[in-house]
């Protein structure tokens, strides 16, 4: 048995959707339990942070950052660090914003960083790019071409129903990846 929990933030719903297909996707393999948690509700789950196996941190791409609702998550889990609680668990990331590029990466990379300073080991999103020849698509899956984990990107002026299948398929496939790897390490 291996526990994911997923913790994001998301000010208009769309990362929320996202997270949401994260814990469809690691929920789908048996022997894997998986918990959305919003950032907004931690402080009543760092017990359910600690007995996680795998962490997945997900935030909408806000002025090429981390959302500010993410980060002050981060800062509050200085105290976890200072004790290195989360060392050797599994960790991966996603985010979305409303532009193709929107700086996403540095967000990723952000989670990164955040992950590696918790001692965590860190799951790339083990897909090909897609959506990158002619005969490439929007619907490929990893349509943005990532690498370090999933990303989404959502029209400005539409809302989280109207998201990509392929950006919501690439991050039920992240969930899958951690939830896989997590039964392995076990
Ligand atoms: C304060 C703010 C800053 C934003 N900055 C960016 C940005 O740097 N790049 C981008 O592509 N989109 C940016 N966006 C658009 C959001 O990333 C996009 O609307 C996203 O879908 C919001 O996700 P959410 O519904 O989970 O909050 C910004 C939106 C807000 C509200």
């Known amino acids: 048995m291996a526990r994911i929990a997923i913790v994001y933030h998301s000010g208009y719903g769309h990362t929320a959707r996202q997270a ?3 814990h469809d996707g690691a929920a789908s393999v048996p022997g894997v339990t998986a ?14 942070l600690a007995a ?21 998550f981060m800062e509050k889990s200085s105290k976890v660090w200072a004790a290195q609680g989360w060392k050797d668990k599994l960790a991966a990331g996603f985010t979305n914003s409303a532009s193709q590029s929107g700086d996403k990466l540095n967000s990723l990379v952000e989670l990164v960083i955040f992950a590696s300073q918790h001692g965590m080991l860190w ?11 002619s005969k ?9 071409g ?4 999933a990303m989404a990107q959502s029209n400005a002026d539409q ?23 997590a039964l392995r390490l076990r």
């Open 20 to 22: 949401t297909s994260v």
């Open 35 to 48: 918990q959305l948690i919003p950032v907004s509700d931690v402080d009543r789950h760092w017990d359910d």
């Open 52 to 72: 996680a196996d795998a962490v997945v941190f997900g935030a909408p791409t806000y002025m090429g950052s981390l959302s500010a609702a993410f980060k002050e």
């Open 123 to 133: 799951v790339s999103l083990g897909l090909l790019p897609g959506n990158n020849t």
């Open 136 to 144: 490439g698509s929007d619907d490929d899956l990893n349509r943005l």
């Open 146 to 149: 990532s690498y370090t984990g």
């Open 159 to 181: 809302g989280a129903d109207a998201m990509r299948d392929s950006d919501l398929g690439t991050a039920a496939h992240l969930g899958r990846r951690v939830a896989e790897l």
